[in-house]
């Protein structure tokens, strides 16, 4: 009689067998340790006898998958799967797959103006303050807002005085803009407080380096605020010399975004080609876009795979090892990296995780 602990260490170990091998493997220690037992071994010898059977087990898999070079568990696949199964639990814990959400009222109402020309090269979506003018007449906008991206020291944006009540957000400390603000007073991000002054309980009235200039800072936003990337420190004002900007709109509740492009097009059709008039879109702020994100993610991925089938084929076929193929994985990662470092580059968690996962592959 097989006493039972070593039946239960044949059941665990046959787990690593490949499961056509595994019924037959069985019965053979079970045989074995039956005829050892018939023959008067006892417990400590038969339990001994036993733990070989992990032993032989890993042997028996280690067999099946030196017949298998695409085994993702042995090299050269052993770290890339190691390091899918981690890219997999950050995305997870990252919140990649949950659906948006932006920190302002009432986000399904906002958008950004963009043009669309087809057969033409990409077309700067900047405005002149003349469109702006004539798109203040649009009927179906509550609210018209303007930005723009400053280059200069910190990543920060000029903004017009309106631009935090069209967003529909309150300051954490200290206030917005006023009609009567001038180029020296800014508002900061909460992480630009944290960066710009650290040890400083109440920043409200400091001065601090922003856009190339010492600023007085009005007032701090919330923590959870965020506006076209994260990385932005602060905001100054925007003035009307500014030759180009960008526009946020807030849609009249009701209205839908078709009837709003229609008439925005038709306030701009009084001071802008017809053609120019008909390109006109607006790109909802609150928009999911992991789909998106998938589908080029997935043409990425693709070619970091072609990449490998072609080197494993080189290196099936007997051929020399191409030191182009290493070469083209670093430039694949150098180029990722920095393109993570654009400072207005802003991506969703579920492209981040993409990112992550082809730099890994």
Partial sequence: M??????????????????????????EWTAELWHRAESGASFQELLRRSMGVFRDALWILG?????????????????????????????????????PSLPFRDAGQLALLDRAISGV?????????RLVRS?????????????????????????????FDVLGVKPLLGRTFSATDGDDVAVLTYAGWRNLLPNNT??????????????????????????????????????DGARSRSLLVRVKPGVSFRQVVADMRQAAARTEPAWQARALLLDPMLEDRRLPDVGLALGLAAFAALLGMGYLAVKRCGGPRSWAFLGAR??????????LWVPWVQLSSIFAFWIFLLLCC
């Avoid at 609210?143 to 910190?154: M, T």
């Fill in 2 to 27: 097989i006493p039972l602990p070593c039946r239960i260490l044949v059941w665990i170990a046959s787990l690593l067998v490949p499961r056509p091998k595994r019924t037959e493997w069985r019965k």
């Fill in 63 to 99: 067999n099946q998958r030196k017949g298998n070079p695409f085994d993702i568990f042995r090299k050269p696949l052993r770290t890339e799967a190691l390091f899918l199964a981690a890219s997999l639990a950050i995305c997870l814990v990252a919140g990649g797959f949950r659906a």
């Fill in 121 to 129: 090269a990409p077309f700067d979506p900047y405005v002149t303050p």
């Fill in 135 to 163: 798109l203040r007449q649009t009927p179906s906008f509550a609210g018209l807002a303007q930005y723009r991206f400053q280059p200069v020291g910190l990543p920060s944006m000029r903004t017009s005085t309106n631009f």
């Fill in 202 to 239: 109440n920043p409200v009235g400091r001065t601090v380096r922003l856009d190339g200039r010492d600023v007085t800072v009005a007032g701090v936003m919330p923590p959870d605020f965020w506006f076209r990337s994260r990385k932005v420190q602060g905001f100054t004002p925007l003035h």
């Fill in 330 to 339: 670093v430039a694949m990662v150098v180029i990722a990296i920095l393109y």
